[in-house]
């Protein structure tokens, strides 16, 4: 079953893959078919350029001095992972073509394609809107803010349920926060068989985190405000037995 609510008042495509990359911690590299899985080896310039510190004998080294310069020879793929413990737990994987020039004692990435690929399909970013955006303001704090959300106060989770149309609420078995942005929360919502996911949008942009803590309380005092779906009350009752 499809969620009915609409996803409103989001992120673009450009300032998404801006967000996966400020919020990953690791990438894979395919440079001349070989393949690495890098932790923590890689930072990101304003202008959204990669550049990745690697051992000098990495074989990631001598690709790059080895590949035709100015031809795209590599590909860095970054996987947004949900910091809730959810079904399919990877929301968004970035992938960027290009090439790698060696730079003080880094390689710095030449990024000729940017791919970003949402649940709703993939967007290829132009690479002028991609230098030109910011990720999120939320990003690096995301992952603390809802695994705090979950683990802390599931009560309110269930009240913001009451955001929700009752229809997308149908068969509900789980409702775990699965992603924050500046615009709004999003719910995963978990089925038997399915799931979908539901935004709830705020009253205005948040740019830090004190921010968010206000449209947050305006969510669910407009939650407290309003009545329990009949769908989460058929499913407590039944679960009464």
Same mark, same amino acid.
């Given at each position: 079953?499809? $969620?009915?609510?609409? #996803? !409103?008042a989001?992120p673009s495509?450009?300032?998404r893959?801006?967000s996966v990359l400020?919020?990953? #911690? @690791?990438c894979?590299?395919t440079?001349? @078919?070989c393949?690495e ?12 350029a990669?550049?990745? *510190?690697?051992?000098? $004998?990495?074989v ?7 590949a ?11 996987a ?17 073509s290009? #090439?790698?020039?060696?730079e ?15 649940? @709703?399909?993939?967007?290829v970013v ?9 990720? +999120? ?5 995301e ?7 979950? $683990?802390c106060?599931p009560d309110?989770?269930?009240?913001? !349920?009451r955001?929700?149309d009752? +229809? ?16 709004g929360?999003?719910?995963?919502i978990?089925?038997?068989?399915? *799931?979908? *996911? &539901?935004?709830l ?8 985190v004190?921010?968010? !803590?206000e449209?947050m309380? &305006?969510?669910?005092?407009?939650? @407290?405000a309003?009545?329990c779906?009949?769908?989460?009350q058929?499913?407590?009752? +039944?679960?009464?037995?």
């Amino acid at each position: 079953m499809g $969620d009915s609510q609409a #996803w !409103t008042a989001a992120p673009s495509a450009a300032e998404r893959a801006r967000s996966v990359l400020a919020g990953a #911690w @690791s990438c894979g590299v395919t440079a001349e @078919s070989c393949r690495e899985e890098l932790v923590g080896a890689h930072t990101v310039t304003e202008g959204g350029a990669v550049l990745l *510190d690697v051992p000098e $004998d990495s074989v990631l080294v001598t690709a790059a001095i080895c590949a035709p310069r100015g031809e795209p020879s590599a590909v860095l793929e970054f996987a947004d992972v949900a910091p809730v413990p959810v079904r399919k737990r990877i929301r968004t994987r970035l992938w960027m073509s290009g #090439w790698f020039i060696p730079e003080d004692g880094k390689l710095a990435f030449q990024a000729t394609r940017v791919v970003l690929r949402q649940p @709703s399909g993939a967007v290829v970013v132009g690479l002028d809107e991609f230098a030109a955006a910011a990720p +999120d303001p939320l990003a690096t704090a995301e992952a603390r803010l809802l695994t705090h959300l979950a $683990d802390c106060h599931p009560d309110a989770v269930e009240r913001l !349920t009451r955001l929700v149309d009752s +229809d997308s609420l149908h068969g509900a078995v789980r409702v775990q926060p699965l992603a924050v942005d500046r615009h709004g929360l999003t719910l995963r919502i978990e089925r038997a068989r399915s *799931d979908g *996911d &539901v935004r709830l949008p705020f009253h205005r942009p948040a740019d830090d985190v004190a921010q968010l !803590t206000e449209r947050m309380h &305006v969510l669910l005092a407009q939650a @407290s405000a309003a009545s329990c779906p009949r769908a989460l009350q058929r499913q407590r009752t +039944d679960g009464d037995g």
